[in-house]
């Protein structure tokens, strides 16, 4: 099941590019790039090297290559810092909440909110191990936006 979720979002990822077009805009990138931190430190810390990585992957990403690549990096490296529980300048607990009303501004468009997800899961799934927890976030991030976490292969 892990691997078909990891080669469904992989195989989906020639077309996240093109959908990802069709929304070109601050919520839609701050909704993906909050889900995305979400999933990436769902065990709850990341470790710098971690997270180097995962911004490396954001920069690089594709569907991402809409919007300007700083911006994407900084967004996206925000939510790391406010979701680590390492971090001693952050309350995870509000910066989940934040970040959990940042996804939730996509829900009213079903095509963006699944490509929120879409995206989520192809970053999360990044190292080739999306294990239990980041697939239980990624099913809760789904169930923000309205979606069935089945249509991802999630629980």
């Known amino acids: 099941m892990l691997n078909s979720i990891i080669a469904k979002a992989r195989e989906s990822m020639s077309t996240l590019k093109n959908d990802a077009m069709k929304f070109k805009n601050d919520s839609f990138l701050n909704a993906a790039m909050a889900a995305s931190a979400m ?6 810390t990341i470790s710098r090297e971690e997270k180097q990585k995962a911004i490396a992957f954001v920069q690089s990403h594709d569907a991402l290559k809409i919007f300007d690549t700083a911006d994407v990096a900084k967004r996206f490296k925000n939510y790391l810092d406010a979701l680590d529980a390492d971090n001693p300048d952050t309350d995870v607990d509000i910066a989940e909440i934040t970040a959990m009303s940042d ?4 829900r009213k468009n079903p095509d963006q909110a699944r490509m929120v997800v879409r995206l989520a899961i192809a970053i999360g799934g990044a190292d080739g191990d999306f294990d239990a927890t980041e697939q239980a976030q990624a099913a809760k991030i789904a169930r923000e936006l309205g979606l069935d976490p089945a249509e991802f292969g999630l629980k």
């Open 39 to 44: 999933i990436t430190v769902a065990d709850g």
């Open 103 to 106: 996804i939730g501004k996509v």
